[in-house]
């Protein structure tokens, strides 16, 4: 995972999109990428949906509790829609594609 920062334009209800790759974390914070497989699928199926090199990563992540631990490098998604301001926190790139392959941003 490379260091840097990505900014892109998605679609049409998506105004802006920047992608920041964060070395190491100030705060403690919640992977999103892990809460939308949890919420997408329910903690006792989630493990039943992904592949086994995706449960691989997933079960990687879960002995953290899914959380990024203050020194540990993430991934940030700074989204501007309808004028307002998301940010969201990826343990790792990985978790961004699996939640990104199970539509998990859907209803996000
Ligand atoms: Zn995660």
Known sequence: MGEGIKDSKVNNSMDYLRTEYVKKAKKQYYCDGCLLL???FGKDN????LSPEDLVIYEKLELNDFKIKVGNSYMKIVGVYDGNIYTSRFCNEEIYK???KHDCFDNY
Do not use: G, R
């Open 46 to 49: 989630v493990k039943k949906e």
């Open 98 to 100: 699996i939640a990104e």
């Open 38 to 40: 949890i919420n997408a």
